[in-house]
């Protein structure tokens, strides 16, 4: 029994998140179809996390074990010649049997991308946000610095969340502009559901000059989830990738970050 590790891209708009559904289409279930097509028998697939409905991801990571010998590029071009155009197999990788997609991960990192103007985009729509009101991206990106650190993050988790707790760690986060593309950064060890887009939502309101970096501390520090900003919409929001101790030997999506709406 061999695991491998696939790298995925994936335009999430015309899904109901990674996870299988009942009701709607979903990643998870066109990656399983077109990998047992390739292996001939069914196989079950297991994500590094979730995304939510109309998210994207730039190098999701999941694994599946199989008995079938294939040619190595059979799990890269076999498995994209099965999929819809909008889900890619960036790269397949051969790991040990102690690699696990989830439970390996030892951090995790997300881009939100606004389009900044006083018109909405033809060619981008279901793959960023649009916000008219220039936004002020120094002041966000001086309130977002209150976000650094292990706390509790209560007010940025949404109402059904089922983590058993609200502390996680945010590495780093930063806002920045680009003529008229504003990115947002986060890097943390895990993050709660709905987390980064409430987050987002929250220093929307600073940058839109409706509150201060003081009252994001302030958001923080209450625990309350009414004290912050709206749920930012989905589409902008893209899950970068996850990251792995070396010993693993998974390519590093950071090697190859692209163009276009980043």
């Not at 003529?179 to 987390?195: D, K, Q, Y």
Request: glycine share 6%; proline share 3%.
């Amino acid at each position: 029994m061999t695991r491998y590790a696939l790298i995925l891209e994936y335009d999430g708009s015309r899904y109901c998140g990674w996870q299988r559904q009942s009701h709607s289409a979903s990643v998870q279930e066109c990656v399983e179809n077109a990998v047992s097509e390739v292996a001939n028998q069914p196989i079950s697939i297991v994500a590094s996390g979730r995304t939510d409905t109309a998210v994207h991801a730039f190098a999701q990571c999941a694994h599946f074990d199989t008995d079938v010998n294939r040619e190595h590029k059979a799990w890269v071009l076999g498995v994209n010649a099965k999929l819809p155009a909008d889900i890619s197999v960036r790269a397949a990788v051969p790991v040990n049997d102690d690699f696990h997609a989830r439970y390996s991960t030892i951090g995790r990192s997300y881009r939100y991308v606004i389009l900044n103007r006083s018109s909405r985009s033809a060619l981008m729509a279901d793959r960023l946000a649009v916000i008219y009101q220039q936004l002020d991206t120094s002041a966000m990106h001086e309130a977002a610095q209150c976000l650094v650190g292990e706390h509790d993050f209560s007010s940025f988790r949404a109402a059904g969340c089922q983590a058993k707790h609200a502390r996680r760690e945010v590495r780093s986060i930063a806002v920045q502009r680009n003529r008229h593309r504003v990115t947002i950064e986060i890097t943390g060890n895990a993050f709660l559901h709905n987390m980064v887009r409430i987050v987002v939502g929250s220093l929307l309101k600073v940058g839109a000059g409706d509150a201060t970096a003081h009252w994001l501390q302030e958001v923080l520090e209450a625990r309350d989830r009414t004290r912050a900003g709206v749920t930012a919409v989905p589409q902008g929001l893209y899950f970068m990738g996850p990251d792995y101790p070396s010993c693993f030997n998974l390519p590093d999506w950071r090697d190859s970050l692209p163009a276009g709406p980043f």
